[in-house]
């Protein structure tokens, strides 16, 4: 009887697997994060902008077929509130471009962008 227990775990170690068989993958998933700062320096009494964004993508790509390829992704971009980009340059009157277009332009009020 100890020999059918010692074969019990000795076999599985001494068996040999089966040859691997190449699978080709039918979709893939990939994405990537990022975060992004910018400033604006303004001479003198000009109000100086900071903008502090992040977000990603993510992507899925399916190949059913050789000839044939099927993806979707979603973006994001969401300012982390480093500064109240609505309030503009008391001088000009005017709001920072470049730091605004890191979000939604035509409503600055939106922190999240889709």
Same mark, same amino acid.
């Given at each position: #009887?100890?020999?059918?227990?010692?074969?019990?775990?000795?076999?599985?170690?001494?068996?040999?697997?089966?040859?691997?068989?190449?699978?080709?993958?039918?979709?893939?998933?990939?994405?990537?994060?990022?975060?992004?700062? #910018?400033?604006?320096?303004?001479?003198?009494?000009?109000?100086?902008?900071?903008?502090?964004?992040?977000?990603?993508?993510?992507?899925?790509?399916?190949?059913?077929?050789?000839?044939?390829?099927?993806?979707?992704?979603?973006?994001?971009?969401?300012?982390?509130?480093?500064?109240?980009?609505?309030?503009?340059?008391?001088?000009?009157?005017?709001?920072?471009?470049?730091?605004?277009?890191?979000?939604?332009?035509?409503?600055?009020?939106?922190?999240?962008?889709?």
């Amino acid at each position: #009887m100890r020999l059918v227990y010692i074969l019990f775990i000795i076999l599985p170690l001494i068996s040999v697997g089966q040859d691997s068989v190449d699978v080709k993958k039918k979709g893939t998933l990939s994405g990537q994060w990022r975060t992004y700062y #910018m400033m604006t320096s303004n001479k003198d009494d000009l109000k100086n902008f900071n903008a502090l964004a992040t977000g990603g993508k993510l992507k899925y790509q399916y190949t059913p077929f050789d000839n044939l390829e099927i993806g979707a992704a979603i973006y994001n971009s969401t300012n982390l509130g480093l500064q109240d980009l609505t309030v503009p340059d008391a001088t000009t009157g005017r709001l920072s471009r470049y730091e605004e277009g890191l979000f939604d332009r035509l409503d600055l009020e939106n922190d999240a962008v889709f």
